[in-house]
């Protein structure tokens, strides 16, 4: 019996989007990389850009097209003050989007802080077969977002993406035959 070989880690983009923040003061994005690498996915750079849509669809961009990254997990500007724009910048490029990544990062945010998790505007899509998520820019918003819904779920996004594999979690060739319709 041939053992099967390891899987090919998981390439991540860090991505803090900020007006004001700096490595020594991004709290949030030094914890997006310890959960991430904690859980076995390699972090290949962590990156702060502004807040400013062309900024953000511009690294998606870039980051995918080069094939860099697998996938994206960016933190922050996802409020609705007049300087959140990583909503609007990621929902231009998405190719696909994942609806189920917010309303699930609400539903649970819920839990936590109650009716003002309504005013998240987490989100996820693909773009280019890269997976991105985005998520608010607080410490505890990244650690619930990283650990409940991103961790269990980017290997298998990361496949979906690229057409590696399916939804078929059943060997269907094991169930009996269907019966014909009258």
Known sequence: MTAEAPLPAIRVLTVTVSD??????????????????????????????????????????????ANEADAIVLTGGTGITPRDNTFEALESVFDK????????????????????????????????????????????????????????????AVDLANGRSTHTLVDVSALPPSQPRE
């Open 97 to 156: 989007k994942i609806d189920g990544f917010g309303e699930a990062f609400r539903r649970i945010s819920f839990d936590e802080i109650g009716p003002h998790s309504i005013l998240s505007r987490a989100t996820a899509g693909v773009f280019n077969e890269c997976v991105v998520f985005s998520l608010p820019g607080s410490t505890k918003a990244v650690l619930l977002g990283v650990r409940k819904l991103i961790v269990p779920v980017l290997r298998h």
């Open 20 to 65: 004001s923040r700096k490595r020594e003061t991004d709290d949030s994005g030094k914890t997006l990389d310890r959960e991430l690498t904690a859980a076995g996915f390699k972090v290949i750079r962590h990156v702060i850009v502004k807040d400013e849509p062309d900024f953000i669809r511009d690294l998606v961009r870039l980051t995918a097209t």
